[in-house]
């Protein structure tokens, strides 16, 4: 087994790790799958193993399964990135609920199963008309008239 191949196949590996951690736009994958490919080539010294050497049908599918996974994983973050909020304040902000009691401007609206203390930013609301929280203020939403029902 020759050393450096098997050096440059974990310094491919540790670089499709840094391409998951570190945003470089996909140049460190690519370095992990041409130092991975190099690497499998240089597995086996030939003149030591009698002209062994691993097969193209093992090198091609092997690195391209990996570089398909790193592929993977790095698309899955970048979206993840990019997808809006479910937790917190602004998760909440343009949810539609219930009011549970009229808003005169204040009152209770029943927000995903949780009841809230609200004040009405469009002056009294009636109790069972949907709302839109527009804002949060501490543990207090703040609510706008919707023609859209939960």
Known sequence: ISYAGLLLILFGVVLLI????????????????????????????????GG?????????????TTAGLVFFAVTMGIRALYRPSVTGSSAMVGR??????????????????????????DGRVEAGEPVRITAIDGLTLKVARSAQRP
């Open 96 to 121: 539609v609920g219930v009011t549970r009691s009229a808003l005169g401007p204040e009152g209770q609206v029943l927000v995903d199963g949780e009841l809230w203390r609200a004040v009405s930013e």
């Open 52 to 64: 062994i050497r691993l097969s193209w049908l093992v090198i091609i599918p092997t690195v391209g």
């Open 18 to 49: 840094a391409e998951i951690k570190v945003v470089s736009h996909g140049v460190l994958a690519i370095g992990g799958v041409v130092a991975m490919l190099l690497g499998s080539l240089m597995l086996y010294d030939v003149p030591e193993t």
